[in-house]
């Protein structure tokens, strides 16, 4: 069986707000399971596919700050 995460994850945050979205992120990182981390990783390509090339500068800018 095929499961196209992606689309799951979409379909399952389809209509949420931003409250919504933000609690469930919250929630992701607080309960540290591996398996939420492909949630979490689609709903970041969401955000980086709709922002500027500068504003990806300054993600990849801050995140790589932050593994040093």
Do not use: C, H
Not at 24 to 36: R, S, W
Not at 46 to 67: G, P, R
């Amino acid at each position: 069986m095929d499961i196209d995460l992606r689309q799951a994850v979409i379909n399952n945050m389809k209509g949420a707000d931003s409250a919504t979205v933000s609690s469930t992120i919250a929630d992701a990182i607080q309960v540290k399971k591996e398996q939420l981390l492909p949630g979490l990783g689609v709903l970041f390509e969401i955000y980086w596919n709709n922002i500027s090339k500068e504003e990806q500068d300054k993600v990849a800018n801050l995140i790589s700050s932050k593994l040093s």
